[in-house]
Structure formats: C-alpha cells, structure tokens
C-alpha cells in the first residue's frame, strides 16, 4: 500500500480551499449553532476540531483549546535526532484551522470539566460551554514510575516523549556527547505512547552516532521482554550499527532500581550504567484533565464506546487518541487521527441529524532504522461489542530487499504530508 498526501487527504479533499465556512449549514442553524469544544490540538483534537467545523459546514460552532501557539508532532521527531528532518519542519500552527475552517482557536489550559453544567474551565479564568465536548489531551508522563527521576530531572535526562524542547534538549546532548561515551535509554513499560517509538529512536542515535562518534555506546535498560517490530530492529541494529546497540530486557538486568540525574547514573538489579547521555521514558497514563474530569479508571485511561469513542462515564464526552484505551488499537498519531474522524462523525449526527456509517479505524506505524531503510506494522479495526478489534495486519519482513524498504520509507514521508494536512488544513 503506498500512501500519499493526496491519497490519505482524499476524504478531505472536496473541502480543501473552501475557504471560511459561512454557507448554508452555518445559515440553516441559525444562532442555536451547537457548540462542541475540543480539549487538545494534537493528532487527536486538531483532526476532531477541523472535520467538525468542516463537515458541518458551520453548523456547528467549534472550539479548540489548546496552550501552545506551534505543535511539534512526535511522529518524525526521532528522525529529528536521526538528521534527516529539521525541528521546524515538524512544528506546525493552528492558523488555518482558524481562517479557513472557523475554529475558534483558544491558546490556554483546560483546567476543570463541570459534567453537570457542561463547562470547561480556563487556566486564564473564565468558562467555556459546550453541548458535546471531545477530550483529547495525549498522554501525562508518570515520572516517579522511574525512582529518582521527575519532572525536573528532565531537564538532566531528557524523556522526548512531547516533542519540542525536550527534542532539542535530548539531540544537544548527544552531539556534545564524549567520544566513545554512553547513550543509555530507559524504555517505558507497556501501554505506553508509540510501540515502535523508542527503538526507531535507538535507530535514529545510532545513525547520527555511526557518522559523528563510531565508538560510542548505547544501552537499551528495558522493563519489558520484548518489543515492537523486534526482529526487524535486531536485525536492522545487527545489519547497520554492528557492536554499538545492546538491548537489556528485565530478566537480564533484574529491573530498574533507581536513577541519577547528577550523575547519570541508572542502578539495576545486576550492575549500575553510567550514561553520558540518558534518555528516561517513564511509565505513562491519560492527560491529566482527563483524570481531574473522572474519564479514568484503574488502567489511568479512559474507556470509550467502540463505535463513538463516548466516554464510558459520560455520554456527552468523546475522548481520543493516546488518553482513551481503544481495544487493539495502538497509541499512535495516525489512530488518534482515525478515532477523530469517528467521533466527529458521531456528534455530528446526534447534533445536526446527519448520517452515520460503521465506523472505520486504520494505523500504520512506519520505523526508519537506517538512510531509506523503513519498516511498517499496521491493522485495520472494526468497532466490535466489547472493544475496537484488529481484522487484518500486516508487518515487514526481515531480509526484505533494498528497494522495498527505500519504497517503504517514502510512504512514511507521505504519510506524514496527509496526516498534518488532515489535522491543520
Ligand atoms: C518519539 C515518538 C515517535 C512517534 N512516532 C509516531 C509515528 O511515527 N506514527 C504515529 O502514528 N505516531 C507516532 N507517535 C505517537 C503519536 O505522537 C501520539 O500517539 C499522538 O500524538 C497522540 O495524539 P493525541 O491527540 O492523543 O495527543 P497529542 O498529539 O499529544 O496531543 C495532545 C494535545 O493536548 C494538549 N493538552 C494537554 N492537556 C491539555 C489541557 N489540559 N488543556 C488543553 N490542551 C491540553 C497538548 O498541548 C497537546 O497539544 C510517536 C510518539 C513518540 C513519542
């Protein structure tokens, strides 16, 4: 399958240029435009946010609180560290959401929902009410799962699981990195954001250290067994970066006991590491608001209604992307961005009366290991009783050919031009 901007935008593509909605759906609802708000402008929320205000044709008043002014996707961030993009070019704004679609665009924290007044309160003060609200904050990272670290010694230990500074911060540190030093990552313990995430990141150090400091090491201390694409990795690790990678699986290292931010120092239950540069990612739960809001349950997510994504606790709510537990689904912009456009769907239908069809969900997660060396792993999801199932996938295979794998990377770059059209316009 090979995906481009035009192919993965086409759903979109009648609308694209419309300009400001104003037309007859805003005119056919007069003042009484339902109002829905969207809690986040990430893959998620800025998707929900822009399919709301563009298929409604403004007949829905759409509003989109979201604090900062740029977003810088996490997907393509490693290959930020790997030196095949720039920071820039992964940062994006909400500026066309805004002119070209009517969102209102509010630059603040969503600090409190009032349920039974369906209001959303503002870091800025003031309240914000909506008839149907989607909750789309991402992830909050639990920093005590790591003992010893926290949120200020991020800034020693950089985690990069929000991309933007932490990003920067994290490349800063591995291009002042000794000669033959340490890079040493903790990886998170499942369910956690991106499954592949952490060890095309392993890939992407590898890559740049390979060029700019070939003795170097680095050490993978993981919580878990076994890992996502595994055996593509390893043999992409084995293939390209010989010697430099060793991962560490929990029944080797006897598990993570404590780390150092001044020292650099990761204690395990066999040996203590000392890293020259330590990349944390800690163990991860449902974007805060979410939990001051009662969404979550014991998981620290959300539980959701396979065919809406509603909220198993309140039916006015919608909550996707990383923060909603979504069955078989993984933690990945492309399904947040899936599960956006079947919520949208649904609100639109209880709000206006339009049509509603079975919904339909699909990821793909590409992982680049090596210059034009890309691996994929995907499924497509049907909204079962229980839960959001898997119905088909699909997976690279190790020993594939050159020219599949190049073929393989460029559906990723286009991939990524469709799906940051489909979220800001
Ligand atoms: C290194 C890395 C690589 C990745 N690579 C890929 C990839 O290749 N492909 C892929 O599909 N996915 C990838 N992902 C995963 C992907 O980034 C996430 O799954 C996706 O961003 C989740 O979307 P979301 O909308 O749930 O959350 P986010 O995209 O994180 O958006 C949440 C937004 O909510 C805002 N917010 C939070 N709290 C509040 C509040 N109280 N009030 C208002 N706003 C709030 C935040 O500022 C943020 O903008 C990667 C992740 C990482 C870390």
Not at 68 to 82: E, I, M, R
Not at 218 to 243: C, N, R, T
Not at 269 to 274: A, F, P, S
Request: proline share 5%; hydrophobic share 40%; aromatic share 8%.
């Amino acid at each position: 399958m090979r995906i481009t901007r035009r192919g993965f935008a086409k759903g979109a593509a009648a609308v694209a240029g419309a300009g400001l909605l104003t037309g007859m759906g805003r005119a056919a609802y007069g003042q009484a435009r339902p109002k829905v708000v969207v809690i986040g402008g990430g893959a998620g929320g800025a998707t929900a946010a822009r399919y709301l205000a563009k298929d409604s044709q403004g007949g829905i008043d759409v509003t989109l609180i979201e604090p900062t002014k740029a977003y810088y996707t996490c997907f393509f961030s490693n290959l930020y560290l790997g030196g095949f993009r720039s920071l820039e070019s992964i940062g994006h704004t909400y500026d066309k959401l805004a002119s070209d679609f009517g969102v209102n665009v509010v630059h603040d924290w969503a600090i409190g929902i009032d349920r039974d007044a369906k209001t959303v309160a503002l870091a800025g003060g003031g309240s914000v009410p909506y008839d149907k609200l989607v909750v789309a904050p991402g992830i909050d990272l639990i920093y005590d799962s790591v003992p010893g670290y926290s949120l200020e010694a991020s800034s020693l230990m950089p985690h990069a699981w929000k991309a933007g500074t932490q990003t920067a911060l994290l490349k800063n540190k591995i291009a002042a990195m000794r000669e033959g030093g340490t890079f040493a990552m903790v990886a998170p313990p499942n369910p956690y954001r991106c499954p592949p995430g952490p060890y095309e990141r392993i890939s992407m150090v590898a890559h740049l250290l390979k060029q700019s400091n070939p003795t170097a090491k680095i050490v993978v201390i993981d919580p878990k067994e076994a890992f996502s694409k595994q055996a593509l990795f390893m043999e992409g690790w084995e293939k390209h970066y010989p010697g430099m990678v060793e991962w560490l699986p929990a029944s080797i290292h006897g598990g993570i006991e404590s780390v150092d931010p001044q020292t650099g120092e990761i204690v395990t239950g066999l040996d203590t590491i000392k890293a020259d540069v330590a990349n944390i990612i800690p163990a991860q739960k449902a974007g805060r608001i979410a939990e001051a809001a009662g969404l979550t349950n014991e998981s620290g997510y959300c539980a959701i209604e396979p065919a809406t994504m509603q909220s198993k606790a309140d039916a006015n709510i919608h909550v996707i992307g990383d923060a909603c537990i979504a069955g078989d689904m993984p933690k990945s912009g492309f399904s947040a961005n899936s599960q956006a456009k079947v919520a949208a769907m649904a609100i639109r239908a209880d709000l206006t009366g339009s049509s509603k069809f079975p919904p339909r969900f699909s990821n793909t997660c590409w992982s680049l290991i090596a210059t034009d060396d890309g691996v994929k792993v995907g499924a497509r999801y049907e909204a079962g009783e229980e839960k959001i199932a898997s119905v088909d996938s699909f997976i690279s295979q190790t020993g594939e050919d050159a020219a599949l794998r190049k073929t393989t990377y460029e559906e990723s770059v286009g991939w990524y031009e469709g799906i940051t059209a489909d979220m800001f316009g």
